[in-house]
């Protein structure tokens, strides 16, 4: 199972527990902005990560075994669809 999710803005990465992730996705699924200061960013992205040049520098994960998200842009039924999501894998609240 999967415990780390991996958020990536503006060309940084942090590396989040699933509990801090879901919580960021609980408050932005109310409308709430988010803050990822607290929390642990990497001093350089994973390996794994791909930088897509044509999506304005963003990365991609091409591995199925790790979560990495870019919600950036996202609006709040973004973060409450990626809820539902994390809940009907097995993770957060059903």
């Avoid at 990822?36 to 963003?58: A, I, M, N, Q, Y």
């Amino acid at each position: 199972m999967r415990d780390a999710v991996y958020v990536g803005q503006f060309g940084a990465v942090w590396k989040l527990r699933r509990e801090q992730w879901l919580a960021i996705c609980e408050a932005g699924a109310k409308g709430r902005g988010y803050d990822l200061t607290p929390f642990r960013r990497l001093k350089r992205p994973p390996r794994w990560l791909v930088r897509d040049e044509e999506c304005r520098g963003s990365f991609w994960s091409p591995r199925s075994d790790v979560a990495y998200v870019e919600p950036l842009d996202w609006e709040p039924d973004d973060f409450a669809d990626h809820l539902r999501d994390q809940a009907s894998m097995g993770f957060g609240k059903t």
